[in-house]
C-alpha cells in the first residue's frame, strides 16, 4: 500500500525531499501546505502533486494524508508538527525539532497523547555510509570511541533578511548546522559528562559560529565546530581505539570515508545519500504502531535541544 505524504512548506528543503521521495516505491507526496494558495499551488503543479492547500490548517484537516513532513523554517516546526499530530497524521520534522527544549517537549507531549509517530529529519543518521559506520562501531570492530573532531562551517552571504541571520526566523548557525556535529557526538557516544563553547554573535543577534569541547566519563573528548560566515573542513574524524575514521566533506551526507589503521587505510564508498532514507525508516515505525524511532529516538532530539539551549545561554553570557 502506498503511503501518502503532506508537505508542509514549499522552500529549499521542501523541494529536495519530494524529489528524494520519488525513490521511494510505497510512498507518494499527495498534498502540500503553504502560507498562500498561490504557493502551495506552484509547488504542487511543477511537481505533480495532486492537492494544493493555501494554508497549514486546511493540509491537517486533509483526511487522505497519512503522514506529513514539516518542512517550513524553524520557529514554526512546534505549531505545524503539534497541528498535524492532533489532527491525526504522523510527522516528520525537520530540523531542528523546535526553537528550543521546552517546544520539543510541548511536541512530545502531543506525540504522546495522540500516539502519533513523530520524528525529527535528522537525515544523516539514516545515510548509508553512516548507517554502515555506526553499525561496524556496533559491532566492535573499530573498539571504543576515544575522540571525535566534527566541523559544519560554510560562508553563507550575511543577509539579514535570510532564515540563517534574522532571529524571526530562527536564525543561528547553532540551530541551523551545529546540530549535526552535536548529533554525530551524542549518537557515537551518548550524552558527555561536560562541555564548555565559546562563539561569535553576529550584527543581527543570532551565533554565526560555535566551537565545543565535550568530554565524557570514560575519557572520551569531542570538538565541534559549526559557522555561517566562514568556511571550515565540514569533515568529520572518528578515533577510536583501533582505527581513525574520516568522514569526507561535507560529512553529514557523504558517502565516502577513509578507516585507517596501522596497517592499512580501507576506502569505504556506499550508496547516494538522501532524504528518503529516514522515509523507510519512518514508514516502517509508523506501520509497526510505534511512536518513535530506535534510530533517532525523541530522548535525543530533547537532550541536544536541552544542550543547545545551554551552549546558546552561555555565548549569550559572554
Ligand atoms: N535536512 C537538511 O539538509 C536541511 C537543509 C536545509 C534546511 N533544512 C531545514 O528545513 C527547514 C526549512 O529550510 P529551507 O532552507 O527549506 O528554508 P526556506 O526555503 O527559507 O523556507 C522554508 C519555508 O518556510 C516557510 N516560511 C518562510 N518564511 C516564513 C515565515 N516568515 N513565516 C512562516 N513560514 C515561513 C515557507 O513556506 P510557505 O511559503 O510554503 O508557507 C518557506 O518556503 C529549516 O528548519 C532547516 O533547518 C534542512
Given at each position: 500500500m502506498t503511503v501518502r505524504w503532506g508537505i508542509a512548506g514549499t522552500g529549499r528543503i521542501a523541494s529536495d525531499f519530494v524529489r528524494d521521495l520519488a525513490?521511494?516505491?510505497?510512498?507518494?507526496?499527495?498534498a502540500v501546505g503553504s502560507r498562500t494558495a498561490a504557493g502551495a499551488a506552484g509547488f504542487a503543479g511543477t511537481r505533480g502533486i495532486a492537492r494544493a492547500h493555501g494554508s497549514m490548517e486546511e493540509l491537517a484537516a486533509d483526511?487522505?494524508?497519512?503522514i506529513v513532513y514539516?518542512?517550513?523554517?524553524?520557529?514554526v516546526h512546534r505549531d505545524h508538527a503539534v497541528m498535524m499530530m492532533r489532527a491525526g497524521t504522523h510527522v516528520l520534522v525537520e530540523?531542528?525539532?523546535?526553537?528550543d527544549a521546552d517546544d520539543v517537549q510541548e511536541i512530545l507531549a502531543v506525540s504522546a497523547g495522540t500516539g502519533r509517530f513523530m520524528m525529527e529529519a535528522m537525515w544523516m543518521r539514516f545515510n548509508p555510509l553512516h548507517t554502515e559506520l555506526k553499525h561496524r562501531l556496533d559491532a566492535g570492530?573499530?573498539?571504543?570511541?576515544?575522540s571525535i573532531v566534527s566541523d559544519f562551517s560554510f560562508e553563507a552571504?550575511?543577509?539579514?533578511?535570510?532564515r540563517l541571520f534574522d532571529p524571526a526566523k530562527g536564525g543561528g548557525a547553532l540551530l541551523d548546522v551545529g546540530i549535526y556535529p552535536l548529533n554525530l557526538a551524542w549518537w557515537w557516544l551518548?550524552?558527555?559528562?561536560s562541555w564548555s563553547a565559546t562563539g561569535e554573535i553576529g550584527p543581527t543577534g543570532v551565533d554565526e559560529s560555535v566551537a565545543m569541547e565535550l568530554s565524557w566519563a570514560d575519557g572520551a573528548t569531542a570538538v565541534l565546530t559549526c559557522g555561517s560566515t566562514r568556511n571550515g573542513s565540514r569533515t568529520s574524524t572518528i578515533v577510536c581505539e583501533g582505527a581513525t575514521i574520516v568522514i569526507a566533506p561535507p560529512s553529514h551526507s557523504s558517502p565516502v570515508a577513509e578507516i585507517r589503521t596501522a596497517a592499512s587505510t580501507e576506502h569505504v564508498s556506499a550508496a547516494r545519500p538522501g532524504l528518503h532514507h529516514q522515509v523507510r525508516e519512518v514508514q516502517r515505525c509508523a506501520a509497526e504502531g510505534?511512536?518513535?524511532?530506535?534510530?533517532?529516538p525523541h530522548s535525543d532530539s530533547l537532550a541536544i535541544a536541552r544542550f543547545m539551549d545551554d551552549v546558546a545561554r552561555s555565548l549569550r553570557a559572554r
Open positions: 525513490d521511494i516505491e510505497d510512498a507518494e507526496a499527495v483526511a487522505d494524508v497519512d514539516v518542512a517550513g523554517i524553524h520557529p530540523k531542528p525539532l523546535a526553537m570492530e573499530f573498539g571504543r570511541v576515544v552571504p550575511r543577509d539579514p533578511s535570510h551518548g550524552a558527555p559528562a510505534l511512536r518513535e524511532s530506535p534510530r533517532m
